[in-house]
């Protein structure tokens, strides 16, 4: 028996999207804010599954918790409203604040969470392979997962250079005004190497006539199976039960 994370990990690209555009709409259609606090606790327990937890917790307390406190914090200083929970000076906190911050805050974490998670879950190069089997150009595809590999492959290459640094005696580990001293001069040969990285894809391309006016073949194979057309039915059926209960009932 499949165990539950490879199950989710070898799911197609396109029904992993349809899972994660469901956790990001149905906050946006149900009323309150519990729900939508909800759905990154359950992004967390399928990331759990498939074995992505470092990355996604790394990726929501480095880049989405930052960014909704501060929301937060500003909805609940400058949002008008009467009653006055705390005040000092020109600044107050109204319950108005409060309970529109808890209601932006919920729906940009949990759509934040569902993009989190299912690039987590989802290879790069086997959403591109998916894209182009629907019909979309090989070149809108080459470009999104240029797009979306380059910050991983210009911090794997700032590593690299500071490790060769390091081995050439240049601290690099300490306070900030230390790793700032040692950053700055990393970014030169990582830019030049950027340049350089991206001289040698064109030829790589040029020599796979990436360029050609014909049918592109690939080794990279992917395949719907039955769990695929089983997971969608599930969805949709959410899906519309929710609609049903958000508009009908």
């Excluded at 990001?24 to 498939?50: D, E, H, K």
């Excluded at 406190?69 to 909805?75: A, G, K, S, Y």
């Excluded at 910050?151 to 250079?161: A, C, D, H, T, V």
């Excluded at 580990?173 to 064109?202: Q, W, Y």
């Amino acid at each position: 028996m499949e165990r539950p994370g490879k199950f989710i990990l070898n799911l197609y690209p396109t029904t992993k999207f349809l899972f994660a555009f469901l956790l990001m709409l149905t906050p946006l259609l149900l009323p309150g804010y519990l729900y939508s606090y909800m759905v990154p606790v359950l992004c967390l327990v399928i990331a759990l599954i498939a074995g992505k937890t470092k990355l996604y917790v790394n990726f929501v307390l480095k880049g989405l918790i930052p960014i909704v406190v501060m929301i937060f914090l500003l909805q609940s200083f400058f949002y008008p409203g009467d009653t006055i929970l705390w005040s000092w000076s020109i600044f107050s906190i109204k319950q108005e604040g409060i309970n529109f911050s808890l209601q932006l805050t919920s729906k940009i974490l949990a759509v934040g969470s569902a993009i989190v998670l299912f690039f987590q879950i989802t290879k790069i190069n086997d959403l591109s392979r998916a894209l182009e089997l629907m019909g979309v150009s090989p070149h809108a595809t080459y470009v999104l997962s240029s797009a979306l590999n380059i910050i991983p492959e210009m911090r794997l290459q700032l590593l690299r250079i500071m490790d060769a640094q390091k081995t050439r005696g240049v601290e690099t580990e300490g306070s900030l005004s230390i790793r700032m001293k040692a950053f700055v001069p990393a970014l030169t040969p990582l830019i030049l190497s950027s340049f350089s990285s991206t001289d040698e894809k064109a030829v790589t391309l040029e020599s796979r006539a990436f360029t050609a006016r014909t049918k592109k073949t690939s080794l990279h194979h992917l395949e719907k199976t039955k769990s695929d057309h089983v997971v969608r039915a599930v969805l949709v059926i959410v899906f519309v039960s929710i609609l049903i209960w958000r508009f009908f009932l």
